[in-house]
């Protein structure tokens, strides 16, 4: 028996500047190029374990088997390092998300990123450098391109497969901190690829939103580069909200707000007003991320615990990039 085994870490990303929509579906090229934080408190643990011995690849997620359609979107992500190391062998990937799974909270940026990697040390795929390793990630799920890198990441969306892939801008070790706050955590309606593909060839407002974004983009990085706090938060807030528009000009319309989003957007307006910055941003689904200076996480979570009484918060700094596990559980 021969047996390759690879195991990583990677954090979840929020997008600050959102990626919403695919210029082409197969190869996972985006519309428009998008930047992000990678969070500390949130990431995804995966072995993947290549044997001789396998007639099929497997796929368990948090201890569970899952189906025959899961399975599948992992084997063709599989095959893009089987391809590349001229290996045959099937596998088993067995991962834990310390995120909630499929929730609006980027499971799927951290879980290929996590899979990438781990697929990469397994092959011995050494010649691969991080950067490359991105745009594997993003065959599987395009926020994932992200998820390789720490701090505030841009995934330029480059013109062709192998130039479309993330480029680390900055640490965002200047007391940038993100509070989430959890409105519902279970699995959403609308999966983030359905979505936007929706939002993509029905919203009228799409072609606005492909051309602000850029605009949002440049802007967004100058902030970053002049460490400008409060600009970055307004660049982020408005561009969540439009991003958010496009589906509601969607046909038929929809959205992944809840009631509670709506409260908790305005709860993160009376928090700006009583004098602390805090910008929120919303991803696929329904919960709120509050954007706020890390010195300042408790204060925010105390004001919003104020006016929602069973909310979870889930409170973060900057994460780092992937990472290697040395031991497994
Ligand atoms: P999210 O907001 O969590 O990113 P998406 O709809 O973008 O939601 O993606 C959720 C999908 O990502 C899941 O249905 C599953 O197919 C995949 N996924 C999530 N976690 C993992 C994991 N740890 N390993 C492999 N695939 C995962
Ligand atoms: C709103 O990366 O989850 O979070 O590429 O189809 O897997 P697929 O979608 P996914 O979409 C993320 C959408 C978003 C914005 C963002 O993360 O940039
Ligand atoms: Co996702």
Redesign the pocket.
Same mark, same amino acid.
């Given at each position: 028996m021969t047996e390759y085994q690879g195991a990583y870490r990677a954090h979840t990303?929020?997008?600050l500047i959102?990626?919403?929509g695919?210029a082409d579906a197969d190869l996972?090229i985006p519309t428009t190029s998008?930047l992000?934080l990678t969070l500390n408190a949130l990431y995804t643990d995966t072995r993947v374990t290549f044997s001789s011995d396998y007639e099929a690849d497997s796929f368990a997620l948090n201890g569970e088997e899952k189906s025959a359609e899961e399975v599948a979107k992992i084997s063709k992500f599989l095959d893009l390092f089987r391809t590349e190391a001229d290996v045959d062998f099937k596998a088993r990937v067995e991962s834990i998300n310390h995120v909630p799974t499929a929730a609006?909270l980027?499971s !799927? %940026?951290s879980a290929f990123s996590a899979l990438a990697a781990a697929s990469r040390q397994a092959l011995q795929l050494n010649h691969i450098s991080d950067q490359e390793l991105s745009t594997y990630a993003r065959r599987?799920?395009?926020?994932?391109t992200r998820s390789i890198f720490g701090g505030f990441v841009e995934w330029q969306k480059g013109t062709k497969s192998e130039n479309s892939m993330a480029v680390k801008i900055d640490d965002a070790t200047w007391d940038i901190g993100m509070v989430i706050m959890t409105i519902n955590t279970k699995e959403k309606r609308v !999966? %983030?690829?359905k979505g936007?593909a929706h939002t993509l060839k029905t919203s009228p407002f799409y072609p606005e939103w492909v051309r602000q974004n850029k605009i949002d983009l440049a802007r967004i990085k100058d902030a970053i580069e002049a460490q400008d706090f409060i600009l970055l938060g307004e660049i982020a807030e408005a561009n969540a909200m439009r991003?958010h528009a496009t589906t509601m000009a969607a046909d038929p319309s929809f959205t992944y707000f809840e009631p509670a989003t709506i409260k908790a957007i305005q709860a993160v307006q009376d928090l700006r007003a009583s004098g602390i910055p805090a910008y929120y941003t919303i991803?696929?689904g329904p919960n709120v991320k509050v954007l706020c200076r890390a010195s300042q996480m408790n204060q925010v979570e105390a004001f919003l615990a104020n006016q929602f009484e069973d909310m979870q918060f889930i409170k973060t700094t900057p994460g780092p990039g992937i990472q290697q596990l040395d031991r497994w559980e």
């Amino acid at each position: 028996m021969t047996e390759y085994q690879g195991a990583y870490r990677a954090h979840t990303n929020i997008a600050l500047i959102k990626y919403w929509g695919k210029a082409d579906a197969d190869l996972f090229i985006p519309t428009t190029s998008s930047l992000s934080l990678t969070l500390n408190a949130l990431y995804t643990d995966t072995r993947v374990t290549f044997s001789s011995d396998y007639e099929a690849d497997s796929f368990a997620l948090n201890g569970e088997e899952k189906s025959a359609e899961e399975v599948a979107k992992i084997s063709k992500f599989l095959d893009l390092f089987r391809t590349e190391a001229d290996v045959d062998f099937k596998a088993r990937v067995e991962s834990i998300n310390h995120v909630p799974t499929a929730a609006g909270l980027a499971s !799927s %940026s951290s879980a290929f990123s996590a899979l990438a990697a781990a697929s990469r040390q397994a092959l011995q795929l050494n010649h691969i450098s991080d950067q490359e390793l991105s745009t594997y990630a993003r065959r599987g799920s395009g926020s994932a391109t992200r998820s390789i890198f720490g701090g505030f990441v841009e995934w330029q969306k480059g013109t062709k497969s192998e130039n479309s892939m993330a480029v680390k801008i900055d640490d965002a070790t200047w007391d940038i901190g993100m509070v989430i706050m959890t409105i519902n955590t279970k699995e959403k309606r609308v !999966s %983030s690829r359905k979505g936007m593909a929706h939002t993509l060839k029905t919203s009228p407002f799409y072609p606005e939103w492909v051309r602000q974004n850029k605009i949002d983009l440049a802007r967004i990085k100058d902030a970053i580069e002049a460490q400008d706090f409060i600009l970055l938060g307004e660049i982020a807030e408005a561009n969540a909200m439009r991003m958010h528009a496009t589906t509601m000009a969607a046909d038929p319309s929809f959205t992944y707000f809840e009631p509670a989003t709506i409260k908790a957007i305005q709860a993160v307006q009376d928090l700006r007003a009583s004098g602390i910055p805090a910008y929120y941003t919303i991803d696929a689904g329904p919960n709120v991320k509050v954007l706020c200076r890390a010195s300042q996480m408790n204060q925010v979570e105390a004001f919003l615990a104020n006016q929602f009484e069973d909310m979870q918060f889930i409170k973060t700094t900057p994460g780092p990039g992937i990472q290697q596990l040395d031991r497994w559980e």
